[in-house]
């Protein structure tokens, strides 16, 4: 199973990216897929995550400015994160993950998650 994540880049504070993860080598039914970021210094975290029902998961500091869906038309896995009014903050590089298999709510660990991405890069200047 391969990740493909893109649409990071550099945007102003207050700007949008849109980023996208498409899973290949297999396609999952009943699973979460996730974003997790990872600041110069920091920690990996969760930022938002979606179940297989549409149930979905945001950390606090992107609540109202984040997004996060999925598309599973036949044979694809994708996975969205719409990013609004950026924040200097927000500056990490993100990574895309998916489970095998998971319940009905989202997954907000990294230890549910068994594939991830390579990783984009996304910068907000001030």
């Known amino acids: 199973v391969q990740l493909q994540a893109s649409g990071g880049g550099l945007v102003q504070a207050g700007g949008s990216l849109r980023l996208s993860c498409a899973a290949s080598?297999?396609?999952?039914?009943?699973?979460?897929m996730a974003w997790f970021r990872q600041a110069p210094g920091k920690e990996r975290e969760n930022v938002a995550a979606i179940s297989w029902s549409a149930s979905t998961y945001y950390a606090d500091s992107v609540k109202g400015r984040f997004t996060i869906s999925r598309d599973d038309a036949e044979n694809t896995n994708t996975v969205f994160l719409q990013m609004n009014n950026l924040k200097p903050e927000d500056t990490a590089v993100y990574y895309c993950?998916?489970?095998?298999?998971?319940?009905?709510?989202?997954?907000?660990?990294?230890?549910?998650?068994?594939?991830w991405g390579q990783g984009t890069l996304v910068t907000v200047s001030s």
């Open positions: 080598g297999r396609t999952f039914n009943r699973n979460s």
């Open positions: 993950a998916a489970a095998f298999w998971g319940p009905p709510t989202a997954a907000t660990e990294q230890r549910g998650y068994d594939y």
